[in-house]
Every structure is written in C-alpha cells, then in structure tokens.
T-cell receptor, first 114, second 109 residues
Framework: SQTIHQWPATLVQPVGSPLSLECTVE??????LYWYRQAAGRGLQLLFYSVGIGQISSEVPQNLSASRPQDRQFILSSKKLLLSDSGFYLC?????????????FGQGTRLTVV | QKEVEQNSGPLSVPEGAIASLNCTYS??????FFWYRQYSGKSPELIMFIYSNGDKEDGRFTAQLNKASQYVSLLIRDSQPSDSATYLC?????????FGTGTSLTVIP
C-alpha cells in the first residue's frame, strides 16, 4: 500500500532563517506531488505541484521554492523565512490523471516563524 | 482564479440530525469533486468523491453534484459527535486540486 511521509511535524524558525521540508511517498511510481499551506482558520492554498522529476509548477509567487530531485521525493524550501510564512504545510500525492483519483495527504508540518 | 466557495459556518446540529454542507465552484472544466474531513490540527482525509451528476451514497454520507449549477453538497445522516470537524470541498482541475476554506461542523450530543 502507498504511504506518504512528511517531516518534521513541528518547526519553530526565526525570521530570515532558511527552511527545508521534505516529503516522500512509498508504494507508487510517478505520482503527482503537491505542497499546500493552510494558514490559521483558512483553507488549503496550493503552493506547488509536480508531475515528474524536475517538473515544478508554482501557483503562488512568493519566497518559497520546491524541488523534486527523485520520483517520490518533494522538498519545499526557503532561503529567508518571513513571519507570513507561518502555517500548516501539507504534502500530498495523487495518481496520474483519472476521474476518480484523489489527493492523499501527509501528516503536515506546523511551522511557526518567530 | 480557481474558486471553490463554502460557507465557513460554524454549523451546529444536534446528534442524530442531518447535516447539510454546500459548495460551489467557478470553473466548468472541473472534473471531479471531493469532500475531505479535517480534525483540528490534523491533515485532511477523504470522505467521498463524485464526478457524475446526481447522488452518491456511502454509509451515512451522500454527495450530490449538479454540474449545471456548479454545486456540490454533502449530507451527513444520523450525525454523531465524532463528525465534528471542518469539511473541505475540493475540485480536480487538470492536475491540480483546489480547496474551499471549509465548513466547521459541530454535532451537539
């Protein structure tokens, strides 16, 4: 069966510090991968999605970036965090296009920028 | 802008009642529609998906889709306190899943 791992679970970082969040998927090949952010009391904002190694699409321009160095690894990064980067970051995967495909979520990383 | 709109609530229903959650979407190219449940501090988990007009039932849950009106709903019958959570509506458009802001549901014992 497929599983998705996301770490760390919680993170407190000072403003201006770098960020690296990692997500890996097991039990599937060539998944679509996604990074979402959920601010307090808000919905899920799609940040990046990837349909293959090295293929990254950005939904929202900001100081975050994403990379997919391996088929089942997705990394979210920042060179300098802002206070507004605080939130709940969720990695998700789905099968390649299909009408009944669904997004499966990792456990999330709660990031607090202080 | 790929918009998915939900009433943020909060919605409160007594135990055993029917909870009705609604969602509208703006892009007629949306292919599939999903309802996720999210407990506080946790990640979303899928309840149901639907991609054809009409109703789809799964246990106490019924999803309804009306593509002409661009409207999706979720009915929860015999609501239980454990159903208290935020319910997220999502649409699949191309490769991307777009989510609404969620409706907070509280089931009162």
């Amino acid at each position: 069966s497929q599983t998705i791992h996301q770490w760390p679970a919680t993170l407190v970082q000072p403003v201006g510090s770098p960020l690296s969040l990692e997500c890996t998927v097991e039990g599937t090949s060539n998944p679509n991968l996604y990074w979402y952010r959920q601010a307090a009391g808000r919905g899920l904002q799609l940040l990046f999605y990837s349909v293959g190694i090295g293929q990254i699409s950005s939904e929202v321009p900001q100081n975050l970036s994403a990379s997919r160095p391996q088929d089942r690894q997705f990394i979210l990064s920042s060179k300098k965090l802002l206070l507004s980067d605080s939130g709940f970051y969720l990695c998700a995967w789905s099968e390649v296009l299909g009408m009944n495909t669904e997004a499966f979520f990792g456990q999330g990383t709660r990031l607090t920028v202080v | 802008q790929k918009e998915v709109e939900q009433n943020s609530g909060p919605l409160s229903v007594p135990e055993g009642a029917i909870a009705s959650l609604n969602c509208t979407y703006s892009d007629r190219g949306s292919q599939s529609f999903f309802w996720y449940r999210q407990y506080s501090g946790k990640s979303p988990e899928l309840i149901m998906f639907i991609y054809s007009n009409g109703d789809k039932e799964d246990g106490r849950f019924t999803a309804q889709l009306n593509k002409a009106s661009q409207y999706v709903s979720l009915l929860i019958r015999d609501s239980q306190p454990s159903d208290s959570a935020t319910y997220l509506c999502a649409v699949l458009l191309g490769n991307q899943f777009y989510f609404g802001t969620g409706t907070s549901l509280t089931v009162i014992p």
